[in-house]
């Protein structure tokens, strides 16, 4: 009797953890989101949506997650493949490509704006090889396809390392028998790769993208650093509401419409990647 | 188990000495000194200042005690109600005193202003610090403001029979515009990334110039008109100023070679380049020279313990020589009529002329910051950046964006019931957009 009860005693300090400083906060934040003034009701929501950078925040939200997510996974299935190639030295690649992982969202953000900025690394490279004539900008708000590349490149180059992490990990449990058993029925690289490694891989796709897209959704620091006023996002409103216009109301009901896109993503990626028993390796 | 025990009980028991021998101490200490209770000069190194420097030839003995803006306004309150008074004198912007003298915390300063007329402290200041009662309820006590800065490469592109003293919004567009023309780039910048002060400039330059009001002539025909104006100047400016929080580094880096901004943003290149560098006051508008003084004062507690303590401590802080290391150590200007030294940091120097040049503007049209919106203070500054917003960068029309705007700043004003401030006139109940 008493055994069987350790696990749950085990389990009870993080549930505690769990329900205080997660669940709660979470309680009190869809309720702040509910309450405008005195009234219950959307009146939050409706202030949220009438502001004028709410669809602008919603567009480049979508966009950026869109196109950097799956831009990720393919340079990670790539980057794993190719270690699984190497011979000698997998190790010190694999340390290598997982440096941006140690580095904060906000000092990313910053290591891109010093190259990307008027009198930044970029530029002064650019002048050398006399391909421009003098400082050009690339982050204001007249240069939009230009933000949007910089801040894709600079959020690919911080983050797709999670990724990588997450299919190495998926790719060193890969059987090696079902490769041998596709060259011994003459299988073309590519029909390897297609038929046999991103099958069996997909519980570990499922993982790296639930992870990368709740996470993308999320972004915050880089985008601000990077796109300052002229690039808003979800989670930027949110703490513009929350600090400069101070209104938690409205700051919550960002926080709440954030949570709710996280979640269905998440349960679609669940659904649509879910991989039956019998077909795990 | 029981040494340990006895080690833990005895470590408690000296823990509790120690915090009541501390507590006993400051007690002590605010029985004799006199408690001057601030909400400026707040971060460590500028209280370290006003303790060691600034206070430094005061004779009596002073506790220089901080508080935010919040917690300030609660414990005087609090102070005031329960009839036990530890503060005695108070500094607080202009904005921070008014609720006090509202809730009638403060007391009339009539016959120390008498006796502090010769510091020459200028008649419009001290008839801010009535707050409209007719009585002194502060003295001013240091200010800041903001103002403009050019690179010197600049100035051989000012229109023909314009003076940087006299500049009106026209001509900036206009010298923008040459500088333009000339070099290919636009080099005018504001502060309007996300921590810049830009909305400052609409609610205490740009609107009360073209409208002589804030909140009255907010969508005032002469609104539209200052709008489309500045919507014109911004074809000069640099688009990095979406990017710009603080328009020293701009200034430094050469990216802009005009730029507007709080003189603590400024400082910096002013101080690094003095020789670079000229600063001058805000553009004028139809109604005048707007602009935004930061004022702070020096008030009395009603119940104060020890009210001769801090009136001599007023007249102290209100000495021109204190006045002058005021600046020098914290950069916050002389209210006073001060001869500020020769050898005196010619950054600072620069600022000094560009802030009392502001003042003595025959134009000039004070206009204060916000007074009694509370919490609502971020609405009040978004409602002047969403206008920006639409009109100078997307573009619209100003007549419809005002329109609409207007519906947001009266919904701010039913909740807050604020009357109308400087240069608006004054109003029975909550300000009203007309």
């Known amino acids: 009797m008493q055994s069987r009860l ?8 993080s549930l505690l953890f769990l329900t205080a400083l997660f669940f709660v906060p979470l309680v009190q934040t869809v309720s702040l989101a509910f309450h405008g003034g005195d009234n219950f009701g959307l009146s939050n929501f409706t202030r949220m949506a009438d502001d004028l950078n709410f669809q602008d925040a919603v567009v480049n ?19 794993a493949t190719m270690l699984r190639h190497l011979k000698r030295g997998r190790d010190i690649v694999l340390w290598i490509w997982s440096i941006p992982l140690g580095i904060s969202d906000l000092a990313a953000g910053l290591v891109w704006l010093a190259v990307l900025t008027d009198q930044g690394y970029l530029n002064t490279l650019l002048f050398r090889l006399g391909l421009i004539a003098g400082p050009e900008s690339w982050l204001t708000y007249e240069t939009p396809t230009a933000l949007f590349i910089a801040i894709i490149v600079a959020e690919a180059w911080r983050a797709t390392a999670i990724v990588l992490v997450i299919i190495v990990a998926g790719v060193q449990l890969l059987p090696r028998e079902y490769g041998e058993a596709a060259d011994v029925f003459g299988a073309t690289p590519w029909q390897r790769f297609t038929r046999i490694t991103l099958p069996l891989l997909k519980p570990s796709i499922q993982t790296a993208l639930i992870l990368r897209t709740v996470l993308a959704f999320e972004m915050f620091a880089l985008v601000i650093s990077l796109g300052g006023r002229n690039f808003p996002v979800l989670v930027s409103e949110a703490y513009q509401w929350q600090y400069v216009n101070q209104d938690t109301g409205v700051a919550a009901a960002y926080a709440v419409v954030v949570m709710l896109i996280s979640l269905a993503a998440t349960l679609i990626y669940l659904r649509v990647l879910r991989t039956p028993r019998e077909q795990l390796p | 188990m029981t040494q340990t025990k006895f080690a833990r009980r005895s470590l408690l028991l000296s823990a509790t000495a120690l915090l009541a021998g501390a507590d006993a101490a400051c007690a002590q200490g605010s029985m004799d000194n006199t408690v001057f209770l601030s909400t400026q000069l707040r971060p460590l190194e500028e209280a370290q200042n006003v303790r060691e420097v600034i206070l430094k030839g005061y004779a009596g003995k002073v506790d220089y005690v901080v508080d935010e803006p919040a917690p300030f306004a609660v414990r005087v309150e609090a102070e005031m109600k329960s009839g036990r008074n530890t503060s005695s004198l108070l500094g607080a912007l202009h904005g921070e005193l008014q609720p006090l003298e509202a809730i009638g915390a403060l007391a009339p300063l009539d016959d120390l202003a008498t006796q502090l007329k010769d510091r020459g402290i200028p008649a419009p200041l001290m008839k801010l610090g009535q707050l409209g009662t007719g009585h002194q309820v502060y003295i001013p006590w240091m200010q800041a403001t903001y103002f403009m800065v050019a690179n010197k490469q600049a100035l051989p592109f000012l229109p023909g029979g314009a003076k940087l003293e006299t500049l009106t919004y026209d001509q900036l ?30 609610e205490g330059f740009l609107c009360p110039a073209y409208t002589g009001g804030i909140v009255t002539t907010f969508r005032d025909p002469a609104a539209e008109t200052g709008w489309a104006n500045f919507a014109e100047i911004w074809k000069h400016v640099n688009p990095n100023s979406t990017n710009y929080n603080f328009m020293q580094e701009p200034l430094l880096s050469g990216d802009v070679w005009m730029a507007f901004d ?4 400024l400082l910096d290149a002013l101080r690094q380049k003095p020789d670079d560098f000229v600063s001058f006051p805000a553009p004028a508008g139809p109604k005048g020279r707007a602009y935004m003084p930061v004022l702070a004062g020096l008030a009395i507690a009603k119940g104060a313990p020890d009210p001769q303590g801090a009136a001599a401590l007023i007249d102290y802080l209100s000495r021109p020589e204190v006045q002058i290391t005021t600046a020098q150590s914290v950069g916050f200007f002389p209210v006073v009529k001060a001869e500020l030294p020769p050898n005196l940091d010619p950054g600072l120097k620069l600022a000094v002329a560009a802030i009392s040049a502001t003042q003595n503007a025959p134009d000039a049209l004070p206009s204060l910051l916000p007074i009694g919106l509370g919490a609502k203070g971020g609405e009040f500054d978004k409602v002047f950046m969403d ?24 919904r701010i004003f039913a909740e807050t019931g604020a009357p109308c401030w400087s240069p608006d006139p004054p109003s029975t109940g909550a300000c009203q957009v007309k």
């Open chain 1, 6 to 13: 350790v696990p749950y005693f085990l389990l009870l300090p």
């Open chain 1, 61 to 79: 939200t979508f966009s950026v997650v869109l196109v950097v997510v799956p831009l990720q996974l393919a340079i990670a299935l790539g980057m």
């Open chain 2, 173 to 202: 567009a206009q010298w923008a515009a040459n500088v333009q023309a000339t070099t290919g780039k636009r080099m005018l910048g504001f502060p309007a990334g996300p921590k810049g002060l830009l909305y400052r400039f609409f």
């Open chain 2, 262 to 265: 709080h003189v603590t943003r």
């Open chain 2, 387 to 410: 206008t920006f917003q639409l009109i100078v960068l997307r573009g619209q029309k100003p007549h419809a964006v005002l329109e609409k705007q207007a519906e947001a700043m009266r």
